[in-house]
Nanobody, 118 residues
Framework: QVQLVESGGGLVQAGGSLRLSCAVS????????MGWYRQVPGKQRELVATITNGGGRNYADFVKDRFTISRDNAAKAVYLQMNSLKLEDTAVYYC????????????WGQGTKVTVSS
């Protein structure tokens, strides 16, 4: 059973930092692009950042220069370092990965809540 398991959410003051982690459990034959998305109640899930298996990164404009996405291919993991957090960063953050099991398919983590307080 292939799953994405997230950790690292929590409560932080504005201006603070958090690091989210997401690990792939199980044994996919290949891991392609991985990423992070976020969602607040009443709004659509939105892209935060993605990273290819070659290390190419893409960021949403609202997190550039504050968030950094990275991955460890040997550990089958992706990370999101979030600095200078703002109140509007409060959301549930979801890990996403394109995995090859019996064909390529997108997998999602269960979500981890990030709350930024004033």
């Amino acid at each position: 059973q292939v799953q994405l398991v997230e950790s690292g959410g929590g409560l932080v003051q504005a201006g603070g930092s958090l690091r989210l982690s997401c690990a792939v459990s199980g044994s996919p034959l290949s891991i392609s692009t991985m990423g992070w998305y976020r969602q607040v109640p009443g709004k659509q899930r939105e892209l935060v950042a993605t990273i290819t298996n070659g290390g190419g990164r893409n960021y949403a404009d609202f997190v550039k220069d504050r968030f950094t996405i990275s991955r460890d291919n040997a550990a089958k993991a992706v990370y999101l370092q979030m600095n200078s957090l703002k109140l509007e960063d409060t959301a549930v953050y979801y890990c996403n990965a394109l995995l090859y099991v019996a064909g390529y398919r997108t997998y999602w983590g269960q979500g981890t809540k990030v709350t930024v307080s004033s």
